[in-house]
């Protein structure tokens, strides 16, 4: 005779009681006795039921965090920089002085300062640049003077046509015992630099060793910048630019490393 499968054994390992309508868990999908049908009964691995919100739990009122403030409201009014609780009265952060708030004040100082700051920067670019407007046409002016008065004195090579002719006071170098401070001559426009200081040493017999890679070099020097003028660069293209020469002017030569590309201490030339 077969035998007849009625009921099923209840899941918890300590029961296992044969229950003809046993109940199925929806949680967990277990079969459980009458006594352990509940979720808490058979301790349910897919249910917490040990924090279950209680509406009866929850406050009825919210207190004000603002120093000596009684009032309360029916729900929580919470600043979102400081994280407490205010009533309406004393929810924005001027009201309650909120901490957050004079954090943040010192920053917004900072950038006054530095929007101050930038603002001087701009001011005092602009005087520089006045400044140099109003230098280079004094320069200019001197300049022209100086040119009508180096014509007749200037020494340079005469078969130079008289339309190519750029006229410059040269600063002799210091190091050396000539008794020349400096000398006005004259070179060709189309001349490069590295042209003009070999006429410059022939003339006034100065010591050019320019080829010798271990040797100290003679260089042409910008005035106003103290900038090494590149030996390649044609006289007449430094008339032009933000910093140009000019026909009359000065220009400084000295003995300097190879490296060098900056003459400190320009003033004490002129």
């Known amino acids: 005779m077969a035998e ?18 046993p109940f199925q868990c929806s949680a967990c999908s277990g079969i459980f006795c009458l006594d352990h049908r509940s979720l808490d009964n058979h301790n349910c691995s897919q249910v917490n039921i040990t924090h279950e919100y209680n509406p009866l739990d929850a406050p009825t009122s919210y207190g ?12 929580p009014v919470c600043c979102e920089h ?11 952060q001027q009201d309650h002085e909120c901490a957050k708030l004079e954090e943040r004040t010192p920053r917004m100082a900072k950038t006054a300062q530095l929007v101050e700051k930038i603002q ?25 003077v100086a040119l009508m008065k180096m014509k007749m004195k200037a020494l ?31 070179f060709s426009s189309v001349w490069s630099i590295g042209r003009a200081i070999d006429k410059v040493a022939t003339t006034v017999k100065l010591r050019n060793e320019n080829n ?9 020097f910008h005035p106003e910048t103290g900038e090494v003028l590149a030996m390649e660069t044609t006289l007449n293209t430094l008339l032009e630019g933000e910093n140009p020469l000019y026909n009359g002017g000065a220009i400084i030569l000295e003995y300097v490393p190879d490296s060098c590309t900056v ?8």
């Open 4 to 21: 007849v499968d009625i009921g099923k054994h209840c899941s918890v390992k300590t029961c296992k009681q044969l229950d003809f309508l």
């Open 64 to 75: 004000c965090c603002f120093s000596e403030c009684k009032e309360r409201e029916l729900i």
């Open 82 to 92: 400081c994280r407490q609780n205010f009533c309406l009265s004393h929810r924005h």
């Open 120 to 144: 001087e920067s701009y001011k005092a670019k602009e005087a520089v640049s006045t400044k140099r407007k109003v230098g280079a046409k004094s320069q200019k002016t001197a300049a022209k």
């Open 156 to 186: 340079g090579d005469k078969g130079i046509p008289q339309t190519e002719r750029l006229y410059f006071k040269v600063v002799l170098p210091h190091d050396e015992t000539s008794e020349l401070a400096s000398q006005a001559m004259f």
């Open 212 to 220: 010798i890679a271990t040797a100290k070099k003679l260089r042409l």
């Open 263 to 270: 003459l400190e201490n320009i003033d004490d030339y002129l």
